[in-house]
């Protein structure tokens, strides 16, 4: 397996160089944010919830030139090599096709909200794996965002910018995700997990040193991602809200524990109470892991993300053969805990290790993997990293 624990991936490629090679000019900057892996609170943040994010030292680095003809275009190192050109002033949602949508609706967000920015020629490059639930498109977002907050001189903070990329994903991208994703990309610290409350965006930086105590968090993307994914995760979405309206509460976040039971009596389908039990327990899953971190038990949340990959598979139903394969074979073979991370039907999962465990827990996935007739899964560790910055 590769372990890429590279430390710091963004050195692989340098945007500025490419900037030129496309543009002929040099960019003003370049700013980068982080891919993400959430520890525990899934399918939270719509509800209000908690969640527990990681960011990875894998990014997405925008080299952005401010111009102000109000002209915008963008270019991929991942993309098909072409150009993309729009005007600031003709941004419609829904108008502008393929990944060009998630840069475009940031700047979109950012003037619906009554930012004066104009255009820019960008140049991204990125090492986070796209669709591996490892949030690629906040880390795109983000990237953007943060350019123009300091082309721009807006001076927002990292949150208000996280709030905008996530309006440009929901309203003119079309993906209705919750907060979490850009709130990692833009307010996780390095050797830390933010604990975020989706509701008012309160966080507390954890500290996560997960070296210090012998253990690694080992990230196996499966590599696949089923076709149903997004109209699931709507669903799933459209099913908690409908389930918070008939408790009327605001969100499934106002469930406490013990109330569970009596609001489960009160739901008319199985369905509806499998998505409640879900959100509720998942929420008491992350004040759980909280507390053992701030007791210091870090080997302690390995049941935990464990019992919140079971209530992803068996209540929230989000989970898939290959995910659940994987986290069968990283506990058999070892690891303290795993669970699938991201939105569900493929994607990565998370298997906390110790270290002298890292390559035969990697290993054991990839054997069964090969016997099940699968694609060989990718494996790194992930090192608690830095949210977004302007790296020159
Ligand atoms: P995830 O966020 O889990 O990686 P999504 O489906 O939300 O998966 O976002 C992936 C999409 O984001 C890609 O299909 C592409 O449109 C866009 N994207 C992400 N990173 C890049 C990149 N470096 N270059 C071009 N498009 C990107
Ligand atoms: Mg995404």
Not at 31 to 42: F, K, T
Not at 184 to 194: I, P, Q, S, V
Not at 294 to 322: K, M, N, Q, W, Y
Not at 338 to 343: C, E, I, N, Q
Request: glycine share 10%.
């Amino acid at each position: 397996m590769t372990t890429a624990t590279d430390a710091a991936p963004h050195r692989r490629r340098v945007p500025a160089e490419d900037f030129r090679a496309v543009y002929a000019t040099a960019p003003d900057g370049v700013w980068a944010a982080p891919g993400r892996v959430n520890l525990i609170g899934e399918h939270t943040d719509y509800n209000d919830g908690f969640v527990l994010p990681v960011a990875l030292p894998h990014t997405t680095r925008a080299a952005v030139r401010r111009r102000d003809d109000g002209v915008l275009r963008l270019h991929s190192a991942q993309g098909d090599g072409a150009v993309t050109e729009l005007r600031v002033d003709a941004l419609t949602p829904g108008a502008v096709p393929g990944w060009a949508r998630y840069p475009a609706g940031v700047v979109w967000a950012l003037r619906d909200a009554g930012h004066p920015v104009g255009g820019a020629d960008v140049h991204i490059d990125s090492e986070v794996p796209t669709g591996a639930g490892l949030s690629s498109s906040a880390a795109l977002e983000c990237a953007l965002a943060t350019a123009y907050d300091d082309l721009y001189a807006l001076g927002l903070a990292p949150a208000a910018l996280a709030v905008l990329a996530q309006r440009a994903e929901n309203a003119f991208v079309g993906v209705p995700c919750g907060v979490m994703d850009q709130m990692a990309a833009t307010c996780c610290a390095e050797g830390r997990a933010l604990f975020l409350d989706t509701r008012d965006l309160t966080q507390r930086q954890v500290p996560l040193d997960v070296a210090a105590a012998g253990l690694r968090l080992l990230v196996l993307d499966t590599r696949v991602k089923h076709d149903l994914a997004d109209g699931a995760y709507a669903g799933r979405r459209a099913g908690c809200e409908r389930a918070a309206a008939l408790l009327g509460v605001p969100a499934l976040r106002d469930i406490a524990p013990a109330g569970l039971d009596a609001a489960l009596r009160r739901l008319p389908d199985g369905e509806l109470r499998s998505l409640v039990r879900h959100v509720v327990t998942e929420d008491a899953r992350v004040q759980q892991v909280i507390a053992l971190l701030d007791a210091g038990d870090l080997r302690g949340i390995g049941p935990v993300l464990t019992a919140g990959h079971a209530s992803l598979r068996d209540d929230f139903r989000v989970s898939c053969p290959e995910t659940d394969l994987a986290v069968r074979t990283a506990v058999a073979a070892g690891a303290l805990g795993a669970r699938m991370t991201g939105g569900g039907f493929g994607g990565s999962v998370l298997a906390l290790v110790t270290e002298g465990d890292t390559e035969r827990v990697g290993r054991a996935v990839s054997e069964a993997f090969a016997a099940a007739g699968h694609r060989a899964p990718r494996a790194f560790t992930a090192v608690p990293s830095a949210g977004a910055r302007r790296l020159g």
